[in-house]
């Protein structure tokens, strides 16, 4: 289980990436395919051409940190929001948690459950 704060985002590429590469090389792939910041602190998600194999990249404090998850049968989803012409789709992480087990999504929504509502709160500096 991967447990993720409410503030990142997780996105997944709509093109099939080459899992054989690592940090640098599906940094650059965040970088030229997604036109995003692989520094940024959200996950990025990639399916290889055949979807039984997926990796994570995410920067976590001090480095990237890369999650690499195999299905010794059946295939990933993918996020039924894929469109032509987009590199990216985001999802939540109850869409991750389905998508990293092998689960398909059904067409129905989960019931509506309370979240607080975000606000942009300023920090006092420290000289106040």
């Known amino acids: 289980m991967i447990v993720l704060p409410r503030s990142v985002r997780i996105y997944v590429a709509t093109a099939p990436a080459n899992l054989r590469?690592?940090?640098e090389g599906l940094s650059n792939e965040v970088r030229s395919v997604l036109l995003s910041d692989?520094?940024?602190?959200?996950?990025?998600?990639?399916?290889?051409?055949?979807?039984?194999?997926?990796k994570l990249l995410m920067w976590t404090r001090g480095g990237y940190t890369v999650v690499h998850k195999r299905l010794e049968?059946?295939?990933?989803?993918?996020?039924?929001?894929?469109?032509?012409g987009v590199a990216r789709v985001e999802i939540d992480a109850h869409e991750l948690a389905m998508l990293l087990e092998g689960l398909v999504p059904t067409t129905q929504r989960a019931a509506m459950r309370w979240s607080p509502a975000q606000h942009n709160i300023p920090l006092a500096s420290p000289g106040a």
């Open 21 to 23: 590469k690592s940090f």
């Open 38 to 54: 692989p520094l940024s602190g959200d996950v990025l998600l990639f399916l290889h051409r055949r979807r039984t194999q997926v």
């Open 73 to 84: 049968r059946g295939r990933f989803t993918f996020p039924c929001q894929v469109r032509e």
